[in-house]
């Protein structure tokens, strides 16, 4: 079973034709999609930055909104992605049998699946891209440090995009997702040292949230990154992330296999 | 080559249940092999074990002489697929699917834009080019899926209930387009419960139910061989039955109406006219549908 999850698929490039197809909607119906990655951060910073941060001050030496500021852009790349390989794979799967469509070209089904895992993480990139200047207007991240977020946020996207799927594998229906969506992300959104310290919380509420919890591990990074604040921690944080990363993707590709071909 | 596509003892089961219980059947290059059943007979899931869609859980089956279990990318490079369900992308418009799908095959961009005009000319959906897919009707839907599975220019299409739920005028346009391509030497193998599809397009079909193929031939074959000549229908009331018993003459009751097998119908239509005091005497040629409902039953399937 578990030799059976993690093996292998044989993988070639029309995978990005997948992609491609993602990509190709997307541009199709860019006004809806453009528009919240500009508007969420505003959200943000002016509720929390400015708000909650008028009586928060300092966290340690960092001024409160600067302290979110990476936070909002890890949330992002999470639920770009996340949502993306829940919601948007399972209606292109279920509803749509735009899956049964492709497999019915040279195109294999793992192929299909990586394509959607590869534009999930896309879609993380391309949100981060479009926050940045935002934080960058705001003056509450640093340059060019802040820079390296975009080629993160491939990275982090693919995870979320890959523990997506894996949920998307197995689930009955649509109204299911709602589930990892209220009792995994939601938490994590609150608790893996977003928008207070993570250090705040008994030591071994800590060692779990970094041990488990994806999202602390990509805000972790993106926070060293916002102010070039580089700590050998953060290597962990990465080995981590890729580790994961490649295990859920090899986990998720075979899950959706397993549903599919019958 | 001999056979298009060749299966031999070919069993497909889901877990206890088996919907393709050991069936073989050959099929030749340029004709069109149809498939022909009521719901659940095993049409479809065979056709998803064809174009590798579904593996197979025993049996031998080769198509252009090659396993779909181990050569589904060469196979499917090779053949078209009109599913069933309409599972177009409704965010594109009909020539931007066209597009998208040739991506899948790797046909260059500019081979595929030249093809895929003259797909919508063939499909005659021209004019509805830059049209978002969803302001199609249903019978333009169809016919774009069709050309959609003929943009890697395939040798053998397969088509799954190609003219369900269309209206008399969608169904002849498609038909005639499916003529057209068997008319270019092109193989093709549909699934319908269709009879007077079936009857039209088919050179040979087989006729499954349960799993099993119950039959296969040309539709006249069929029609002579297990219905033969003529069918005599008469209301289906006391009188008429008891007098078609008096003179021994063979009948099944179909609803309200009673049918006679026979070689002679003029003979038996006058007699029934003449003795039996019937009142709707009908006499026609035996079809196709006698033949699947001969074999297949009449009990409703859900």
């Known amino acids: 079973m578990i030799r059976e999850l993690l093996t292998v698929p044989r993988l070639t490039g029309k995978a990005w034709t997948v992609w491609r197809r993602n990509l190709d909607v997307f541009l199709k119906t860019w006004r809806v999609n453009l528009v919240p990655p500009f508007i969420e951060p505003f959200l943000y910073l002016i509720a ?26 890890a949330v992002s790349i999470m639920n770009s992605a996340f949502f993306e390989c829940t919601y948007g794979s399972y209606v292109r799967m279920y509803y749509g049998k735009t899956f049964d469509a492709i497999i019915a070209t040279p195109v294999s089904i793992e192929e ?4 959607e895992l590869l534009w999930g993480a896309t879609r993380s990139m391309i949100y981060t891209s479009l926050m940045l200047p935002v934080l960058v207007l705001f003056g509450v991240v640093d340059l060019p440090s802040s820079l390296l977020l975009i080629p993160f946020a491939f990275l982090g996207g693919l995870l979320f995009a890959c523990i997506a799927m894996c949920f998307t594998a ?19 959104l609150l608790f893996s040292g977003t928008f207070f310290p993570i250090t705040v919380l008994p030591p071994a509420l800590q060692v779990f949230a970094y041990a488990v919890l994806p999202l602390t591990n990509v805000v972790n990074i993106c926070r060293g990154l916002t102010l070039t604040m580089f700590s050998p921690f953060m290597l962990y944080n990465l080995a981590w992330i890729v580790i994961v990363t490649g295990a859920l993707f090899l986990i998720s590709v075979n899950l959706m296999k397993r549903r599919l071909v019958v | ?19 393709v219980d050991t069936i073989s059947f050959a099929v030749r290059p340029g004709e069109v092999f149809g498939f022909l059943g009521p719901n659940g007979a095993g049409k479809t899931t065979t056709m998803k074990m064809i174009q590798c869609a ?3 859980t025993s049996g031998t089956l080769s198509v252009f002489g090659m396993d779909p279990g181990t050569h589904s990318h060469e196979i499917k490079a090779m053949i078209g697929v009109v ?13 931007e699917n066209l597009m998208v799908y040739s991506r899948y095959f790797g046909i260059p961009k500019e081979v595929a834009e030249e093809r895929a005009e003259k797909l919508l000319d063939f499909v005659q959906l021209t004019e509805k080019r830059d049209i978002n897919i969803e302001k199609l009707s249903g019978g333009m839907k169809r016919r774009l899926i069709l050309a959609r599975a003929l943009v890697n220019q395939p040798k053998l299409l397969i088509l799954d209930e190609p003219t369900i739920g269309l209206d008399p005028q969608a169904r002849h346009l498609i038909w005639e387009k499916l003529k057209l391509l068997r008319s270019l030497g092109n193989t093709i193998v549909l699934t319908t419960h269709y009879l007077e599809e079936a009857e039209r397009l088919c050179d040979r079909l087989v006729i499954m139910n349960n799993g099993t193929i119950l039959v296969q031939g040309s539709p006249a074959a069929l029609v002579r061989d297990h219905v033969g000549g003529g069918i005599v229908e008469a209301e289906h009331s006391p009188g008429v039955v008891a007098c078609l018993l008096d003179m021994g003459i063979p009948y099944e009751v179909a609803g309200d109406r009673v049918q006679v097998v026979t070689d002679n119908p003029g003979a038996v239509a006058r007699e029934l006219l003449a003795k039996c005091d019937a009142k709707q005497v009908l006499t026609r040629a035996a079809t196709l549908e006698d033949v699947f409902l001969k074999l297949t039953g009449r009990v409703l399937r859900e």
Do not use: C, H, W
């Open chain 1, 48 to 73: 929390l930055g400015f708000g909650l941060g008028g009586f928060v001050g300092y966290i340690g030496d960092v001024p409160y909104i600067d302290f979110i500021a990476p936070a909002i852009v």
């Open chain 1, 112 to 115: 299909v699946i990586a394509g």
């Open chain 1, 170 to 188: 197995v689930t009955p229906s649509i109204d299911a997702l709602n589930y990892p969506s209220f009792l995994f992300i939601t938490p994590m």
């Open chain 2, 1 to 19: 080559m001999e056979t298009v596509i060749e299966a031999i003892d070919l069993v497909k089961q889901f877990g206890p249940f088996t919907a």
């Open chain 2, 54 to 56: 579904s593996p197979r």
């Open chain 2, 83 to 95: 599913p069933q369900e309409t599972n177009l992308d409704t965010e594109f418009s009909t020539f």
